[in-house]
């Protein structure tokens, strides 16, 4: 009598529709969260770039229009002489400039984290408002500074009585633009040194001192070991910054237009190539090859920096 009615139950349940399992709540979450992100890369960076690959394969021929070509215009680019004599000047002014700014940036971070200066909060505002000066700005007032004729160096040199400043000479131009750059980045660099020194440990400067660790030992054990990371990452930047070298040179190509070309630097090729010669294609050549030489160097040097960080 008992599996009689048993059986019922289990053909009612049985019959009985099995509950779905409820979805996964936040599923879509993160692609909310992303998706702007995604659109503005795709739309701004992987679009041109996938453009001006696609320009660089072509060629504005007076026969037959615009004709795929290939490779031809890479082929070109590598025995351009004045792409490559553009190149040299970034790549000196790379190994000259940025150790140079790296190392005040550096000290400057340093001395501030030392709690020995006078007026901290002063020094560290001083020294970072540069980076807030627009660069266009800061162009034209060290284009003023270098004037010959009206500026600060013309002033000097009639004090003197001699011409011994001349900041837009062949020798001394690309040195005056490695000036302009270091006062404007000096800050920048020096706000991400300082930022990480603020974040080590207190812990390690009392066992330091309690093992009778003078300045230059806590400096050299502990802060610059705690610097590497964000050595890395300004170097990379400067890297990238110099190969992009363009406001600059390009503005104050006004006062110095015998020294300072539309070849100067690659971008500078590259902008005059486009707007003022309609070479469309052989201009997006000059950025596709930049914009790779930048990424493989700026790839080596995070790769090495890494490895020695992990150490």
């Known amino acids: 009598m008992s599996t009689l009615a048993a059986r019922p139950a289990e053909a009612a349940s049985a019959s009985r529709p099995t509950a779905r399992r409820p979805k996964p709540r936040g599923r879509y979450t993160g692609w909310l969260f992303v998706g702007p992100f995604v659109v503005v890369l795709v739309a701004m960076l992987i679009i041109p770039i996938g453009y001006a690959l696609w320009l660089s394969l072509f060629r504005d021929q007076l026969i037959g229009g615009n004709q795929f070509v290939w490779f031809a215009n890479y082929a070109k680019l590598f025995q351009d002489a004045a792409f490559w004599q553009g190149f040299g000047r970034v790549g000196l002014f790379l190994l000259v400039q940025v150790p140079i700014m790296l190392g005040l940036a550096l000290v400057a971070a340093l001395s501030l984290d030392s709690a020995r200066l006078w007026g901290t909060g002063f020094f560290r505002i001083a020294v970072f408002l540069p980076y807030a000066v627009p660069g266009v700005v800061a162009a034209l007032i060290w284009g003023f500074i270098y004037g010959n004729q009206f500026g600060l160096t013309?002033?000097?040199?009639?004090?003197?009585?001699?011409?011994?400043?001349?900041?837009?000479?062949?020798?001394?131009?690309?040195?005056?633009?490695?000036?302009?750059?270091?006062?404007?980045?000096?800050?920048?660099?020096?706000?991400?040194?300082?930022?990480?020194?603020?974040?080590?440990?207190?812990?390690?400067?009392?066992?330091?001192?309690?093992?009778?660790?003078?300045?230059?030992?806590?400096?050299?054990?502990?802060?610059?070991?705690?610097?590497?990371?964000?050595?890395?990452?300004?170097?990379?930047?400067?890297?990238?910054?110099?190969?992009?070298?363009?406001?600059?040179?390009?503005?104050?190509?006004?006062?110095?237009?015998?020294?300072?070309?539309?070849?100067?630097?690659?971008?500078?090729?590259?902008?005059?190539?486009?707007?003022?010669?309609?070479?469309?294609?052989?201009?997006?050549?000059?950025?596709?090859?930049?914009?790779?030489?930048?990424?493989?160097?700026?790839?080596?040097?995070?790769?090495?920096?890494?490895?020695?960080?992990?150490?």
């Open 154 to 311: 013309g002033a000097a040199n009639d004090l003197l009585g001699i011409d011994l400043l001349q900041p837009f000479s062949p020798t001394w131009v690309l040195t005056s633009i490695g000036n302009v750059v270091t006062w404007e980045f000096l800050g920048y660099n020096m706000l991400i040194f300082y930022a990480a020194l603020r974040v080590v440990p207190t812990e390690l400067y009392e066992a330091a001192e309690l093992d009778g660790a003078g300045p230059m030992r806590t400096v050299f054990s502990i802060k610059l070991p705690a610097l590497r990371g964000p050595m890395v990452i300004a170097t990379i930047f400067s890297i990238i910054g110099s190969f992009q070298l363009f406001n600059e040179p390009n503005l104050l190509k006004t006062l110095a237009p015998n020294v300072i070309g539309s070849s100067f630097t690659p971008n500078m090729y590259a902008y005059s190539l486009s707007f003022s010669g309609q070479q469309f294609n052989y201009s997006a050549t000059v950025a596709i090859v930049m914009g790779v030489i930048t990424a493989v160097i700026a790839y080596v040097v995070q790769v090495r920096g890494t490895r020695q960080e992990n150490r």
